[in-house]
């Protein structure tokens, strides 16, 4: 527990202490404590060095389910893929969904997880009904919209901050079973996506784009548009075999560079594509990498960085545009670049980064300083634009960045316990 999934930093802790069920206190340490789900974050928001890490995963058992009306009540432990696995045979699903099913509930909470439908429904903190929060002096809080709506509002999206969530209730939607009718549309260019995203968010619950960052010139910013939505009900369903492949080693260097960028990139952007709608499993549609256990060793030892930034409405046409010359003339192109715009819906959660706007998210493999300087350059263009990078996603964003995009990060800090913290909260608040 000494990695986040992207593999850095590499850092040290004191402990680990196992959460079991019918534990009745948090341990008592002189170190810092922070609570750590399935270890799905990047960067340093789930690592506490030389603190202690709470390990939830032993609290994942299913407390009630109503089948009648989808509300949904388990310990903080239980992962999304355990959700899904109960639920949607009895045609419930999550109302919003990352794009891995890997994680706790407990981790969708605190980092305010978004998905391919926040245009119509916003985070996942805004179907969460309620939750029970343990402080580090015993007091459990349970806390609502309604009730103890101070600690609600601070929890979702609070990084694990304010406390241990021990269970929550989230209110699942109704499907009428697993498939996902899904379009693929190829665009030329960024302008050509504006025009597309801006017809098919009408019509689509789920959107996403996948675009070529490495590509120039007349096909700068080319890539591939998908859209989807809760299949009807019918019988009539494609076959599906369902396999799971593992990384099968862990290579000492990285295997993406530039070379295989632009072949996996070209090969992706011209894979066939069918005029018309067609049928899907869920899973492949939402957690297409979780096809493939352990990617993340793909990119060698030294790991990753991911690279996701929220830029506001008026700024995000030039700001991403200019993000993507910076990145194509960098040769630190990313197979994993999405982009996605966010609605008007508001989060609860007072440091949440979901928000209105244009989300760009990439990863890039870890080559120290040729790295950072290119984040630095984005940075900039993100700044400029004001707008914000995700926690859960950083590994190495300034103080200053932090606090700009998120000027409530002092009146959050009202409701940290005083026995939690984190690597990411003390570099950037300290």
């Not at 270890?39 to 032993?58: I, K, P």
């Amino acid at each position: 527990m000494d990695l986040s999934w992207n593999r850095f930093p590499r850092l040290k802790h004191r402990g680990v202490f196992n959460l079991s069920e019918g534990f009745v206190s948090l341990p008592r340490t002189e170190s810092f404590c922070l609570p750590y789900g399935n270890g799905r974050s990047y960067g340093d928001v789930c690592l506490n060095e030389d603190g202690v890490l709470l390990n939830t995963r032993q609290l994942n058992h299913f407390i009630h389910f109503d089948q009648t009306t989808g509300r949904l009540r388990c310990e903080a432990g239980v992962l999304l893929k355990e959700i899904l696995e109960l639920v949607v045979p009895q045609n419930w699903f999550l109302p919003v969904t990352p794009g891995t099913q890997f994680i706790t509930i407990g981790g969708a909470i605190a980092n305010d997880v978004h998905g391919k439908n926040h245009h119509c429904a916003g985070s996942f903190g805004n179907h969460v009904i309620r939750l029970e929060l343990l402080r580090s002096d015993g007091q459990r809080i349970v806390c609502s919209m309604e009730k103890a709506k101070d600690w609600f509002t601070a929890t979702i999206g609070g990084l694990g901050l304010t406390g241990l969530i021990t269970w929550a209730e989230i209110q699942l939607i109704p499907v009428n079973n697993p498939w996902i009718l899904t379009q693929s549309r190829r665009f030329s260019s960024l302008d050509e996506f504006w025009e597309i995203n801006s017809e098919a968010e009408h019509r689509w619950p789920y959107t996403v784009a996948w675009y070529d960052c490495l590509s120039a010139g007349r096909g700068q910013g080319r890539g591939v548009y998908i859209s989807g939505q809760h299949a009807a009900e019918t019988d009539k369903f494609p076959p599906r075999h369902p396999k799971s492949l593992r990384f099968p080693f862990d290579p000492s260097f990285s295997l993406i560079n530039p070379l295989s960028l632009r072949l996996i990139n070209t090969v992706y952007y011209h894979k066939p594509i069918k005029d018309m709608p067609s049928l899907s499993h869920y899973e492949p549609f939402f957690y297409p990498l979780d096809g493939v256990l352990d990617w993340n060793r793909i990119y060698g030892k030294k790991g990753f960085f991911q690279y996701q930034c929220i830029l506001p409405p008026e700024d995000a046409q030039d700001g991403i545009k200019a993000m993507s010359k910076k990145i194509a003339a960098s040769g630190q192109g990313s197979f994993l670049a999405v982009l996605k715009t966010f609605g008007n819906i508001p989060s609860r959660g007072l440091m949440s980064f979901a928000r209105p706007g244009v989300t760009l998210a990439l990863d890039f493999p870890n080559h120290g300083q040729t790295t950072l300087r290119l984040f630095r350059e984005l940075d900039a263009i993100v700044s400029e634009a004001q707008g914000v990078l995700n926690p859960s996603k950083d590994a190495r964003m300034s103080a200053q960045m932090f606090q700009n995009g998120f000027p409530r990060w002092e009146q959050f800090a009202d409701f940290i316990d005083p026995k939690f913290s984190s690597s990411f909260w003390r570099r950037v608040t300290q």
